[in-house]
């Protein structure tokens, strides 16, 4: 019999999962150095994300007496996995929280043990080294919540560079901005970039990451008109994504003038970049709706996905937020960001069910993220 293929060998082990991965490494030391190189890993990845496969919802653990998080298969919501979080709660009363995804790494903050870039995948966790002191001190921050008006937060890649990034803006105290800090993952040092011109009156969520960008809701400093912009992490510059319609066209709500709304976040839906808007004046019944950029930069492509009812809508829908589609994309999983119960909404019946996995703590955030061998260190 002739000698197997060497070269067959990385397209076959990149289909499998990255537990059967990790326990191959053992098998010789060609396989080892294989699936630990760089080009491997990417190869693993670029086939999970063209494929939707391998995908993980991540429950970051609300409950103050469970320092564990925990993972699922997302299509199944099966194969429970427990394991510890980069930060634990022992060093506060305030807990960490995933301010974001990206190609298979997760960036935890905590206010006061700092950020980290963590694979949970592979365990593998890099904790990012302080800034400087002269920056953080002129910054005020508000004790005892997870998100707070003085600290925003984003995490994405720069494809221009290959780089992992973490974003930080952190209100002055002495002037009405925030100053902005960027973290390369390559250097592993922070650097102090142009100062936000946009001010975030409220942080109901963290960055949405989408496009080599970053992307928040917020005000301009001198008209206060509510605006969608993104942060370009390749040239480091802002800019304004075009909102749209300023009214929802169907009018579900039946009030003829409501038009009134804020944005509350921005989100990344099925690799669509998303916003939710608050009605939180309609003179009919308060409500939030969920619209989606189809073509990201086209204002014609917004589309309006689904309407929560304030008095009917299973949890807190002024925070509510959108993780993902379900596999068939007939539901939309749905997360407040603390306190209760992430859920379901079924887009053609328009009902709710709230996410029950066996096993895990009720109180959880939920994040999608890829299984993957991306390293944590340059």
Not at 59 to 88: C, K
Not at 125 to 143: A, F, G, V
Not at 252 to 269: K, S
């Amino acid at each position: 019999m002739p000698p197997f293929p060497t070269d067959l060998i990385p397209g076959i082990l990149c289909r499998l999962p990255v537990k059967t991965l990790l326990r191959f490494r053992c098998m010789s030391k060609p396989w080892g150095s294989l699936i630990d190189g760089s080009h491997f890993s990417t190869l693993h990845l670029h086939r999970s994300l063209k494929t939707n496969t391998n995908l993980k919802l991540f429950l970051d653990n609300r409950t103050e007496n469970d320092d564990n998080a925990y993972s699922v298969d997302f299509d199944s919501l099966s194969n429970l996995v427990q394991f510890p979080r980069p930060f634990t709660a022992e060093i506060t009363k305030y807990r960490s929280r995933v301010i974001g995804s990206c190609n298979g790494l997760l960036a935890v903050y905590h206010r006061e043990a700092g950020i980290a870039i963590w694979n949970p995948s592979t365990r593998k966790c890099h904790y990012l080294p302080p800034m400087d002191e002269d920056i953080t001190r002129d910054h005020d921050t508000i004790p005892g919540y997870d998100y707070d008006d003085s600290t925003i937060l984003g995490f994405g890649h720069d494809g221009i560079t290959d780089d992992y990034k973490v974003v930080i803006m952190l209100r002055s105290k002495t002037q009405i901005l925030f100053k902005v800090m960027i973290y390369s993952l390559k250097s592993n040092t922070w650097r102090r970039i142009k100062d936000c011109p946009y001010d975030i009156p409220t942080n109901y969520n963290d960055g949405a990451y989408i496009n080599n960008s970053i992307h928040w809701v917020g005000d301009e400093v001198a008209s206060e008109r509510n605006v969608i912009f993104g942060l370009d992490l390749g040239t480091e510059e802002y800019f304004e994504v075009p909102g749209g319609e300023r009214s929802s066209d169907d009018k579900r709500c039946g009030a003829y003038y409501c038009t009134a709304f804020r944005y509350m976040n921005a989100g990344v839906l099925g690799g669509c970049l998303c916003v939710s808007r608050d009605f939180s004046r309609c003179p009919i019944e308060d409500h939030v709706n969920l619209w989606v950029m189809k073509e990201y930069g086209v204002e014609e492509s917004w589309t309006e996905l689904l309407l929560l009812w304030r008095n009917q809508w299973l949890t807190n829908v002024f925070h509510t937020r959108a993780v993902a589609y379900s596999r068939n994309a007939g539901r939309v999983l749905l997360d407040e960001g603390g306190g209760h119960q992430p859920a379901w909404f079924n887009l053609e019946e328009e009902t709710g069910q709230i996410l029950c996995i066996p096993g895990a703590p009720q109180l959880v955030t939920t994040v999608i993220y890829v299984e993957s061998l991306v390293s944590v260190h340059y």
